[in-house]
């Protein structure tokens, strides 16, 4: 069974190969190791093994979780919420995390720039597309792109740094990488800078490099199963 390091360094081969097929820098992508369901201490050996950016998706898992990292690496990782975030947790999340990748509707848009301005801080935030026509999905359709981009644009404290998206799960990961591909070149018109791709998770980030994603979120192939 390979090891936390063998498994990381497997992931890191894959992502510098795809991106040398897409004519791209390694330097462009950022991997964000997702740790949901795995303790601490699992986020402190990749932080020693040069990892750095990690993702959750839940504040009552995260809080502590990065808490206790602080007190054994302080400086050294940095937090990114990548799953749909309610407004009641915005201020926990806030605490720890400074990117949101699931920017979904307007009333959380409200809540981040009330608590960002409060506190003096600029949240970076990813816009959550919704690639199917299942309204639970959560995400934003991407005909209404362009005036919530505005939207968040013009928030206090609210850094719109790109899109996010999760691949459908019908077996059309091409078509709908290409939509955020599109997305993401409409987004730049209103929000120039706004050129991040959140896209990519274990199974399907050599295709969401291919398609032009900055941000891979990449879980299991690097933590393995959940502890028993």
């Given amino acids: 069974m390979a090891t936390l390091a063998e498994r990381l360094a497997a992931i890191e081969t894959k992502i510098q190969d795809a991106a ?21 201490q699992l986020v402190v050996n990749l932080v020693d ?15 502590p979780k990065a808490a206790e990292v602080a007190i ?5 990782a940095n937090w990114h919420f990548v799953g749909q975030l309610q407004t009641n947790k915005v201020k926990s999340v806030l605490n ?18 009330k608590v960002a301005s409060n506190r003096g801080i600029e949240v970076e935030v990813f816009i959550q597309l919704n ?7 959560g995400g934003i359709a991407p005909e209404n792109l362009l005036a919530f981009a505005e939207a968040a ?9 790109g899109v996010m998206a999760v691949a459908s799960l019908d077996g059309q990961e091409e078509r709908d990488f290409g939509l955020v ?3 993401s070149q409409q987004l730049q018109t209103v929000v120039p800078s706004a050129r991040f791709v959140s896209a990519g998770m274990s199974g399907d980030f050599e295709l969401a490099i291919s398609y032009g994603a900055t941000h ?7 933590t393995g199963s959940r502890p028993v």
Avoid: C, M, W
């Fill in 20 to 40: 040398r097929q897409a004519n791209r820098l390694r330097n462009e992508i950022t991997l964000v190791v997702v740790s949901k369901n795995h303790p601490a």
């Fill in 49 to 63: 093994l040069g990892q750095r950016d990690f993702g959750e998706n839940r504040d009552q898992e995260a809080a």
């Fill in 72 to 76: 054994e690496r302080p400086g050294l």
């Fill in 96 to 113: 720890y995390a400074s990117t949101v990748h699931s920017l979904d509707r307007e009333s959380l848009l409200r809540e981040i720039s």
């Fill in 131 to 137: 690639l199917t026509d299942d309204p639970e999905r």
């Fill in 153 to 161: 644009a013009a928030s206090p404290g609210v850094k719109p740094i």
């Fill in 181 to 183: 591909a599109e997305a």
């Fill in 216 to 222: 891979l979120r990449i879980g299991t192939a690097i």
